[in-house]
């Protein structure tokens, strides 16, 4: 792969690593940081401004709801397609891109007029983020030299903490100062600093072996299921059991089913069905949309809570809120190393019970509480319960699959958080009885938290029992085996253990008593087994595999990459199947990157 010429100022291109000590590097990791801070911010200070919109705009409370799902929507429906865009016309270009769509939907959102234009310019905003979302760290993946990348990677979470923990404080002064739209405008300039600064610092890189056509039809299937089962959701407390909410609910579930046999029959679907044959994949999913559906309605209507009903102005209940991601900040990485040492089944057991009894401890949190007494308690268990159950969670997710899907499966896991989130905000309120107005009066807006908080609670508690019932305890080192075997590409060809990979022609794996070898030589392909080792080489277009003594090597020749893969103790493993646009890149932003990033021809 060959990149252009880095001119003055530019880091180089695709098939060039940068070191993180050189400025290129630095540069790159500002610019991620800076663009997907925009997305992080939003997620966070949106909800503290949400009483002051409704008061200034004279809207209900299924405004608000719209104002938070209208963003989540497009973005959970949209973002695997942001990646693939990334993967085929360039990271770059699409980070930048969504940078200043994000920016311009923004703005919409800060001069909105009324109520619908504020709904319709954060379904604008949700479009921007799926574009640049997955971009900030398939750059990181794509440029940053493999030595350098970890620390860059942690650079990015770090700042990236920071700026989720600093997102509802900053909220809550923008709104009680200048005013609520500057919780929008406040986008802009980040995007004028950071579109110029990638413009010239940031290389453009792409995956050359993205190839086929994107699938359109499946991203719009599955927005439109979300969408209307979340308007049937929203307007069931007005409109009862009426045609206006039985026929939007009817026509989502319908959809639905025809989104699944679409990405079941289409050769390179958005979401391929067979990622699913890991049961511990599709284990932990399921513990994915209990643990973030209750996350999702928790955050919303604590914030309302705290301002409709103790009093808090948006600056007191942003800044209450602190201590919930200062203790993910400071403890998550210890966490994620403690699930590793004594397995992921306890942490997604008792993560999600802490967090259910930090919930219920949120009822306290009426008119007249005292925030010492009644709130920071509650605050410091559900932190605590979250700092248990995030990292490993995301982990078990990743380790679920083969490494060469490691991509797809962290997107589709966003994607589900972000889906259950917004299921969450619109069938919550309608669940704990919640009128339309109820946002405006302390007594009848505390009557419903308080029977929301014991729904969100039991949902917790249901993902905890899924966990207990169907996490193994050595998932993170065995459930790759599990996927590996179970969990084919559609489309593959080949019996039990072979898969097919394109590059520059046809690579073949062959898998034969427990080893590996690939050889290529005229588009001949050959297997040989020596002494229990395996080696990839290709040189001048042929790729030759031996194995030697449980050591696995790779050398490239005349421009040439080779396939190699080595397992622990020896044990060879074999290549991971086709890299589809959706499968080299990472899409989220709470996620430990460990995707794959960009594989070059031939791999």
Excluded at 167 to 185: A, K, Q, S, Y
Excluded at 319 to 331: D, E, S
């Amino acid at each position: 792969m060959g990149g252009a010429t880095p001119g003055a100022g530019r880091a180089p291109g695709n098939g060039q690593p940068v070191r993180l000590s050189v400025p290129a590097g630095r540069w790159l990791v500002f610019t991620t940081v800076l663009g997907s801070a925009m997305a992080l911010l939003d997620s966070t200070v949106v909800n503290v401004a949400l009483p002051r919109i409704g008061l200034d705009l004279g809207a209900d409370l299924a405004v608000l709801q719209w104002t938070v799902n209208a963003y989540m929507l497009t973005l959970a429906g949209l973002i695997l397609l942001g990646g693939a865009l990334g993967d085929r016309f360039g990271r770059r270009r699409v980070f930048v891109t969504g940078v200043v769509w994000f920016a311009l939907a923004s703005l919409a959102c800060g001069l909105a007029p009324s109520a619908g234009v504020l709904i319709a310019a954060r379904a604008l905003q949700g479009i921007g983020g799926a574009l640049l979302t997955p971009g900030s760290l398939a750059l990181i993946q794509s440029v940053i030299h493999h030595d350098d990348r970890a620390r860059a990677i942690g650079l990015w979470s770090g700042f990236g903490g920071v700026g989720a923990a600093i997102g509802p404080f900053l909220g809550g002064w923008l709104v009680d100062g200048p005013g609520w739209r500057w919780v929008f405008f406040i986008n802009v300039p980040l995007a004028a600093v950071c579109v110029p600064v990638a413009l010239r610092h940031v290389p453009e890189t792409s995956n050359p072996r993205a190839h086929g056509r994107f699938d359109v039809l499946g991203a719009l299937l599955g927005a439109a299921t979300l969408g209307l089962i979340t308007y049937a959701l929203i307007a069931a407390p007005q409109k009862g059991a009426s045609p206006a909410v039985v026929v939007p609910a009817v026509a989502g579930l319908a959809l639905g089913v025809v989104f699944v046999a679409v990405e079941r029959r289409r050769r390179e679907p958005m979401l391929p069905l067979s990622i699913f044959s890991s049961h511990q994949f599709s284990a932990v999913n399921a513990v994915t949309l209990c643990v973030y559906a209750a996350f999702g309605g928790f955050f919303f209507l604590s914030v309302l809570n705290l301002q409709v009903v103790v009093g808090y102005s948006a600056l007191a209940a942003g800044t209450a809120l602190l201590p919930t991601t200062t203790l993910m900040l400071l403890l998550s990485a210890r966490s994620g190393e403690l699930g590793k040492r004594i397995g992921p089944r306890i942490p997604l057991t008792v993560g999600p019970l802490l967090c259910a009894a930090g919930m219920l401890l949120m009822t306290r949190a009426g008119v007249g509480a005292v925030y010492w007494r009644d709130i920071l308690p509650a605050l410091l268990v559900l932190g605590m319960g979250m700092v248990v159950v995030v990292a490993p969670l995301t982990a078990t997710v990743l380790a679920s699959v083969d490494v060469a899907r490691a991509g797809l499966a962290s997107g589709v896991n966003n994607a589900a958080a972000r889906a259950a989130g917004l299921i969450a905000v619109a069938a919550l309120p309608l669940l704990a009885g919640m009128g339309p107005e109820a946002y405006r009066s302390a007594d009848a807006f505390g009557d419903t938290f308080r029977r929301a908080m014991p729904i969100c609670a039991g949902v917790l508690v249901l993902g905890a029992v899924l966990a207990w019932r169907t996490v193994r305890s050595d998932a993170l080192e065995q459930a790759g085996e599990e996927a590996e075997a179970g969990a084919e590409p559609e489309g593959a060809e080949a019996e039990a253990a072979a898969r097919t990979e394109r590059g520059e022609g046809a690579v073949a794996a062959e898998r034969a008593e427990g080893a590996v070898a690939a050889e290529r030589a005229e588009g001949a392909v050959a297997a040989e087994r020596a002494e229990g080792a395996v080696a990839a080489e290709r040189a001048e277009g042929a790729v030759a595999g031996e194995r030697a003594e449980g050591a696995v090597a790779g050398e490239r020749a005349e421009g040439a990459v080779p396939a190699s893969a080595g397992r622990a103790e020896g044990a060879a493993r074999r290549t991971g199947p086709p890299c589809r646009p959706e499968c080299a890149y990472h899409c989220g932003v709470s996620a430990p990157p460990l995707d794959p990033g960009e594989r070059p021809s031939g791999t």
